[in-house]
């Protein structure tokens, strides 16, 4: 459970730069997904993504996905990895989504932010306030084990 928690976290944390950006990785860096979500996280391309960086990130993330524009995001719009629609979270309850804390059948903007704040210290191993290509191959290799 703990390993599809840190995937989703990763590909939830980065989808917002890739959407946004379309940009490819920086020299160096390796293809595939990750390496193009970080690359366009990475604002200012100094080859880490700040605190302020991985916020900037989620926060395009959430409002890309709040289709309705009322501030939360509901199962119907909070994607399933693979693609297709979010299905309910551990316990079957069609009416819980993965995220919501409080139980109201939606994912808040102050729930997803706190979403956000474990991510980012989950995926920043060293603490020092920024996530470099290496934490994110090695959240990436640890998930494949």
């Known amino acids: ?15 917002a730069g890739v959407a946004v950006a379309q940009t490819g990785p920086a020299p160096g860096q390796g293809g595939g997904r990750f390496a193009a979500m970080f690359a366009a996280a990475d604002a200012n391309h100094d080859g880490t993504i700040t605190r302020a ?3 900037a990130a989620r926060a395009a993330r959430f409002t890309q996905m709040d289709a309705d524009h ?3 995001l509901s199962a119907t719009e909070m994607p399933r990895w693979g693609g297709g629609q979010a299905q309910p979270a551990a316990g079957g309850d069609a009416q819980h989504v993965r995220g919501d804390t409080n139980g109201d059948g939606a994912v808040s903007r102050a ?8 991510m980012f210290s989950r995926l920043d191993t060293d603490n020092n306030g920024s996530i470099t290509q290496a934490e994110l191959q090695a959240a990436q ?3 494949q084990h």
Request: net charge negative; hydrophobic share 50%.
């Open 70 to 72: 009322n501030g939360s």
């Open 141 to 143: 290799q640890h998930m």
């Open 111 to 118: 729930e997803w932010d706190a979403e956000s704040a474990r």
């Open 53 to 55: 960086e991985f916020d």
């Open 1 to 15: 459970m703990h390993k599809l928690l840190i995937a989703a976290g990763i590909v939830a944390a980065f989808s």
